[in-house]
Each structure stands twice: as C-alpha cells, then as structure tokens.
C-alpha cells in the first residue's frame, strides 16, 4: 500500500524536485573536519564540544520510569545546529511556495520561511548539553544528524508528577531550553497515538497536502479528538503517561509539540532520527517503512512500561493497524485496546482499499473481536473506553 500509494501520488516526482539542501560550515567553520570524522564516534567522541552563544538547542520532553533495580531513570534526547542556515534561504522558501501555487510576495512565505529553518540550520555534531535536573546531567555528545540521546539515572518524583528542568548555556544560546519530565510508575494505564491524519490533519497520502499541512496552514486538530484524548486521560488517570508517535524527522519537534501543547494531553512526542538537513525526506519519512519504525518504537516503550494497560490509537491512511497488531501479539496482554480512525475525508489514490474490512481482519488476525474497533467519528469511542478501563480496572 505504501509503494502504490507513493506511485499514484508521484511522491517521487515531487521529491527529485524539491530543494537539494546538503550540509554546509556555519559562518565561522563550525564543524571542522575533525570534529566531522570523530562525530561518527557518536557518545564515544574523545573530543566533545561545549555549547556556544552561536548555537541553537532544541531539549525533548520525555518520560520517566523505573529501572530493574528500582531506580527512576529517563532516556533524555536534545540536538543542537547552528544559529544561521548555511544555505540562502529565500531561494528555497520561493521554491516550496511554487510547489504549493503561491505567487510570488504571498504573505504564506513569511510562515514557510519559519517552518523551514530546522530543516535548513547546519547540524553541529559531537555538542554535550548540560542539564539542570536538580543535579547536574551530561548529555552527548550528540552524533553526525546532531542529535544525542542518553538514557540516565535522575532524583525521584512522585507518579505523574511532571517535572521541569533547564539547559546550562551561555547566554546568546536559543532555542528550546526547557523541558518536562513525567514521572510514571510501573503499573495502571498509558496510552500510545499516532499524530498525523489521527489526531492532526496533515494529508499523508498526498504529497502536496503534506507539504501544505506543514509549511502554510495553521495545524489544525482532527475534529473531536482533543475532547476524546481529554476524556481518556480522565478517565484511565491524570498520571497516565501519554506517547505521541509519528513517522515525521525530528526536524518537525517544535512545530508539533507546540501543537499538542495547544490541543492534546502532556506526553512524550516520538519523531524519526532523520537527517536534520533533508527536505526530501520529510515526505519519504511519513510514507516509507512506517510500520517497521512504530514497532521499533513501541518496543522501546514497552522496555519502559511492560506492566502498564496500553490504549492505541491510529489512523487508516498509514501503516497504524498492522504496527498496533504486531505489537498486541509480540507482547500478549499490553495493549487492551486498539482505536483505528478510519479516515474518509481525505481524497486521496487507494483510500478505499486502505478502509477495507479485509484489510483490518487481515492486520488484527488472532486478536479478539472487543480488543480493537474502527471509527468514523471520535463519538464512537467514549464508551469503549469506557468499557475497557471497567474491564480491566
């Protein structure tokens, strides 16, 4: 489906014409070709470089939780790239604007030319990011796409307690300088969603509805599912962890965490470790190997939380319903319920095969009936829940 999909849609074609950003040095020749070459090294780089005013470092809110001594811990992810682009950027602002049938001097170029900066800022690799988690934390240094991740042993808190901590940078340094950690013990309830087409409208199957959702309109919530995703956090805990999973670079961080900030539940937003410098893959990340990555992903989680009762949530236009299917027989007895959106009003090539029933029997085989349900409209959902939480209290 995803080949046939990409066909039909000529995502290829588009992206062979998309901008050919390439990483380029900053300003100042940052990074050398030293630190280059040791960036391969990834966490093991003998020669780790310190934040300056000149960079910019993006920290990811994240989730804690026990390890099998008993000791809290989070995996803590924070990337750092330069201030300035290391390409002209009105150049590939007025290209995306063409692709999308803008005319020139549209007033939606000043919103493309801010969305495109994180795909656009020159990676800095092997940077270490001193955290401020009521002792001091070492993070890094990060690899050659610039972004480092590391799993630590942090002070305890109380379940669903989030806390808040702060990068130690010279002052100059932007970005994303705070972040928040929820503290979730092994036991009670989480959930696991997909984002775009589930609950953000970003047109997957097309590849200038994506381009559009991402670099012009205003991100706009699929109707009804804010209130949905409200109703489930109160009705499975206000500490219930919550882990928002898409197949988009993390290039898109800022952009999508400050939707979720606006519409959806704190939680744990999970991106792909794509090439920072890589406009063209933004449309192959959302349509190629989805359903791989999710598992990978889901995976990781569950080496997390395996005591805890998982509700998936997912749409029809990707790959959801297999990953949630693998995941439900991979780890019998985790996930209790899979929620698929079946997404109809999206025109697009191959949709209807994508909501056939065969195609949901075949993703869902060996999993009981009551275990998982599609729906048209978030409406569907509440007493679902409502009935699984008083199943499995």
């Known amino acids: 489906m995803e080949q046939r999909t990409r ?17 380029t040095q ?22 780790p470089q310190q934040i300056s005013p000149n960079d910019e470092v993006w920290l990811f809110d994240n989730t804690a939780h026990r390890s099998a001594d008993d000791k809290w811990q989070a995996e803590f992810v924070a990337a750092v790239f330069d201030k300035k682009t290391g ?3 009105t150049k590939v602002v007025a290209d995306v604007a063409e692709k999308l049938g803008l005319a020139k001097g549209d007033a939606a170029e000043a919103v493309i030319r801010e969305r495109l ?16 988690f009521k002792r001091e934390l ?6 050659r796409n610039g972004i480092s991740s590391d ?28 972040m928040n950690t929820m503290f979730a013990e092994p036991e009670g309830w989480g959930l696991i969603s997909d984002i775009d087409d589930t609950i953000k409208i970003t047109m997957t199957s097309d590849p200038i509805g994506i381009l559009r959702s991402t670099f012009v309109s ?36 800022m952009f999508l965490n400050n939707f979720r900030s606006k519409h ?19 449309l192959s990340n959302l349509t190629l190997g989805t359903q791989a990555y999710k598992v990978d992903r889901m995976e990781k989680i569950n080496s997390w939380l395996p005591k805890r009762k998982m509700i998936c949530i997912g749409d029809s236009t990707q790959s959801d319903p297999e990953a949630y299917g693998e995941i439900y027989r991979k780890y019998e007895g985790w996930v209790k319920l899979i929620l698929i959106r079946m997404v109809t009003d999206i025109a697009a090539v191959g949709i209807q095969e994508k909501n056939e029933p065969k195609r949901f029997e075949a993703a869902f085989k060996d999993i009981p009936t009551g275990a998982w349900h599609v729906f048209e409209t978030p409406d569907e959902c509440y007493q679902i829940i409502k009935d699984v939480v008083a199943k499995y209290p």
């Open 7 to 23: 066909r039909e849609r000529r995502f290829s074609e588009v992206e062979s014409n998309l901008p050919d950003i390439k990483m």
């Open 26 to 47: 900053a300003d100042d020749h940052r990074p050398s070709l030293s630190v280059r070459l040791l960036s391969y090294l990834g966490p093991y780089n003998p020669l």
């Open 87 to 89: 390409l002209e950027v």
């Open 117 to 132: 900066k994180p795909f656009m800022q020159t990676v800095l690799p092997a940077r270490v990011v001193h955290l401020d």
């Open 138 to 143: 070492q993070l890094g240094p990060g690899g």
């Open 151 to 178: 799993m630590k042993a942090i002070p305890g808190f109380r379940n669903g307690e989030v806390v808040r901590s702060a990068a130690k940078v010279p002052k100059g340094t932007s970005g994303i300088l705070k």
């Open 218 to 253: 205003e991100p706009t919530p699929v109707a009804g599912m804010p209130e949905l995703y409200a109703a489930i956090r109160t009705a499975i805990s206000p500490s219930a962890p919550f882990f928002y999973l898409s197949a988009s670079p993390y290039n898109l961080y």
């Open 264 to 282: 959806y539940p704190q939680g744990t937003i999970i991106l792909r470790d794509a090439n920072w410098l890589n406009l063209r893959g933004l």
